[in-house]
């Protein structure tokens, strides 16, 4: 609880005030990154080597960006710096324990961006939700990574829309969720998408207790590779039940 604490007010005195409020779930989820460490590694190396396997192929590389570069546990930063002329990193937070990996690393050619890139406040009003767009101001852009944020955006969107019960919520969910794929696609550059599409709690004799799809009902895409991740472990839920996601990259 005291590191949790120290995180929370290291990374406070750093973040814009209006993204304050996501400071609480960003820390939670480096606490259980540290539990869970072992069971995610594969996950987190799966998600690395495709972003290396993306970059592999590229005769450009002056400026790359992440989309929900949260924890860096998932993103090759090494790689991506040693190879970019520019990184980005984009999300709502950017930790201070990530902050001062960065520059412990000597990243100097690291820029740290917070922004919501959900498209919801639009979507909500029945706008036409461009979350990406700032893309098209990123000078010499050549890859832009979306990193295990799709899933947050609609289970972020969700949680909102539950608390006012707007009725409207299925094609609002929808809507955000195609926001992304739309604003990814539309970009003359390379990009890569790793994300969640589906979670399922199951017990220890195989029993799926509860599922859902992480995309509100918009179709995936087709996979170039695919694998499970074990988010909630065995004993981080309880003692006898798990919680796997469903994993894309393409």
Same mark, same amino acid.
């Given at each position: ?76 930063? !090494? ?156 004993? !981080? ?14």
């Amino acid at each position: 609880m005291l590191t949790e604490a120290i995180q929370y007010a290291a990374t406070s005195l750093v973040t814009p005030k209006q993204f304050r409020p996501f400071i609480r779930s960003s820390v939670s989820l480096w606490s259980r990154a540290g539990r869970c460490a072992k069971d995610w590694a594969a996950h987190e190396e799966s998600c690395k080597a495709f972003i290396r396997e993306t970059i592999a192929g590229m005769k450009q590389r002056r400026t790359a960006v992440v989309l929900g570069s949260g924890l860096l546990r998932d993103v090759p930063i !090494e790689d991506l710096s040693a190879k970019f002329d520019t990184v980005v990193l984009v999300d709502l937070v950017h930790l201070a324990s990530v902050r001062m990996r960065l520059k412990a690393g000597r990243f100097k050619n690291v820029r740290l961006v917070s922004r919501d890139l959900s498209g919801f406040d639009d979507a909500v009003t029945a706008k036409v939700p461009e979350p990406l767009s700032f893309l098209r101001q990123v000078p010499y852009l050549d890859l832009v990574v979306s990193a295990n944020i799709l899933s947050q955006i609609g289970v972020g969107s969700k949680r909102r829309l539950d608390a006012g019960r707007n009725p409207a919520r299925d094609d609002i969910l929808q809507t955000v969720v195609r926001a992304h794929l739309d604003g990814l696609s539309a970009l003359p550059c390379r990009t890569a998408l790793i994300t969640d599409t589906a979670y399922r709690v199951t017990d220890r004799g195989g029993q799926v207790l509860e599922e859902a799809d992480l995309l509100c009902g918009v179709p995936a895409p087709v996979a170039k590779r695919a694998w499970t991740w074990p988010v909630a472990p065995y004993g !981080e839920l309880g003692k006898d039940y798990q919680a796997v996601h469903d994993v894309i990259a393409l």
